[in-house]
């Protein structure tokens, strides 16, 4: 049972460049949501989404975007990549909105922009 | 809002020895509780949570949490820990009766780092 899936693990970007993180989760959850983690900063929500069809700002959502693909995946996308943007991005699912907090991680993508 | 405040940074301990990580949180309204653990290299792990009734609450390993209302806090105890313990400690608080967007929503510490010395 593979839970959360990320990719790519790792990445390496420019100033300026654009990339996509690619989430999917096989537990038939509903809810999905992008995290960045920082050190010192705990873990930060960036975007979330409740259920298929629909996304929400979190708490930090400036310089990204969101696609909920179908019910199985929540893409996170760089536009333009800048410096501050350098941080561990862990997508999590949960079974619906009111889960009660528990949340589901994958492994982490580890970005660094140049 | 909700938020919380992990106390200290890194805990460094030697096997066998108890640890306490100390956790505080801020809500104007009733919130859930959690304590999730990240080993190295790895997405977070749930590892114990309150939601209601006893107010301890306790992990398969051995950890456990009380919440405590007047003190707005939601320590994690354990009275004798491995190696294998080592990783870092989050806790989190939710508010499921605040309404509109916070319904939901889980709020992150800093993390503690636990260090446990042979």
């Known amino acids: 049972n593979a839970g959360v899936t990320q990719t790519p693990k790792f990445q390496v970007l420019k100033t300026g460049q654009s990339m996509t993180l690619q989430c999917a989760q096989d537990?038939?959850?509903?809810?999905m949501y992008w995290y960045r983690q920082d050190p010192g900063m705990g873990l930060r929500l960036i975007y979330y989404?409740?259920?298929?069809?629909?996304?929400d700002k979190g708490e930090v959502p400036n310089g990204y975007n969101v696609s909920r693909l179908n019910k199985r995946e929540f893409s996170l996308r760089l536009e333009s990549a800048a410096p501050s943007q350098t941080s561990v991005y862990f997508c999590?699912?949960?079974?619906?909105?009111?889960?009660?907090?528990?949340?589901?991680f994958g492994e982490g993508s580890r970005l660094t922009v140049l | 809002a909700q938020s919380v405040t992990q106390l200290d940074s890194q805990v460094p301990v030697f096997e066998e020895a108890p640890v306490e990580l100390r956790c505080n949180y801020s809500?104007?309204?009733?919130?859930?509780l959690f304590w999730y653990v990240q080993y190295p290299n790895q997405g977070l792990q749930l590892l114990l949570k309150?939601?209601?009734?006893?107010?301890l609450v306790e992990s398969i390993n051995g950890f456990e949490a009380e919440f405590n209302k007047s003190q707005t806090s939601f320590h994690l105890r354990k009275p004798s820990v491995h190696i294998s313990d080592t990783a870092e400690y989050f806790c989190?608080?939710?508010?499921?009766?605040?309404?509109?967007?916070?319904?939901?929503?889980?709020?992150f510490g800093q993390g503690t780092i636990l260090t446990v010395h042979p």
């Open positions: 999590a699912s949960s079974e619906d909105w009111t889960s009660a907090g528990e949340l589901f």
């Open positions: 537990m038939n959850h509903n809810s």
């Open positions: 989404s409740a259920s298929e069809g629909t996304t």
């Open positions: 809500s104007s309204v009733s919130v859930y």
């Open positions: 309150y939601l209601s009734g006893s107010t």
């Open positions: 989190a608080v939710s508010s499921p009766n605040a309404g509109g967007t916070s319904y939901g929503k889980l709020t």
